[in-house]
């Protein structure tokens, strides 16, 4: 059974850091993604990797503030959020394809799994 298992969203205060964590089994993923979705707005890349190479990308948003990294014998991935903004506040999923070279690395359409996701508030 395919899953991803999202956790350490929280509310926090402007400035705060948090790590969000997700958990994957079921199948080898090779690109990996966070994604977030605030109210009333799309879902949006954050960040993304892929496995062969540990090539990262950032949104621009959050570059220089957040680091997606992973942990290949815990077949978790893993996002750093440090210097966290109110702008930053939303639902984060983490999704998955098998493919390494899958636009999932930067399009949420081409995403073939996805977790429930975890909720981050940043308050002022």
């Known amino acids: 059974q395919v899953q991803l298992r999202e956790s350490g969203g929280g509310l926090v205060q402007d400035g705060a850091s948090l790590r969000l964590s997700c958990v994957a089994s079921?199948?080898?993923?090779?690109?990996m993604g966070w994604f977030r979705q605030a109210p009333g707005k799309e879902r949006e890349k954050v960040a993304s990797i892929r496995w062969t190479g540990s090539i990262p990308s950032y949104s621009d948003s959050v570059k220089g503030r957040f680091t997606i990294s992973r942990d290949d014998a815990k077949n978790t991935l893993y996002l750093q959020m440090d210097s966290l903004k109110t702008e930053d506040t939303g639902v984060y999923y983490c999704?998955?394809?098998?493919?390494?070279?899958?636009?999932?690395?930067?399009?949420?359409?081409?995403?073939?799994?996805w977790g429930q996701g975890t909720r981050v508030t940043v308050s002022s």
């Open positions: 079921g199948r080898t993923f090779l690109t």
């Open positions: 999704a998955a394809s098998e493919s390494h070279w899958s636009n999932c690395y930067n399009v949420p359409e081409n995403c073939d799994y």
